[in-house]
């Protein structure tokens, strides 16, 4: 009983494991480590004008920081958080943009 019972739970969890093809994407399952995607590349002029655009917004974002500390009312804080999220969200991309220009150097 006990050899049939510990068989099951095994068959159980390798179930379980059974990973969706869903959640792996199919670039995982065809990668070639041999063979490395493209290297991200931009021209020296693009990278000063994504640079200097982030530098703007890492700025925008350190005033509202400032901004809702020094704010004592609740409801002007949130709505410096709404702006402060905005900023993040067009920050975020660029942020992502440089990381992979900066990985391919």
């Not at 041999?34 to 925008?60: C, F, H, I, N, Y």
Request: glycine fraction near 4%.
């Amino acid at each position: 009983m006990r050899v049939a019972a510990s068989c099951a739970a095994l068959a159980l969890v390798a179930g379980c494991s059974v990973v969706p093809p869903s959640v792996v994407p199919a670039s995982a399952w065809t990668f070639d480590p041999t063979a490395p995607p493209p290297k991200v590349a931009l021209p020296p002029s693009g990278l000063a004008e994504l640079t200097d655009r982030m530098a703007q917004l890492q700025l925008e974002r350190n005033e509202l920081r400032a901004r809702i500390a020094a704010q004592p009312d609740v409801w002007q804080r949130q709505a410096l958080y709404a702006q402060l999220h905005a900023v993040g969200s067009r920050l975020s991309p660029l942020e992502r943009r440089l990381g992979a220009v900066a990985g391919a150097r």
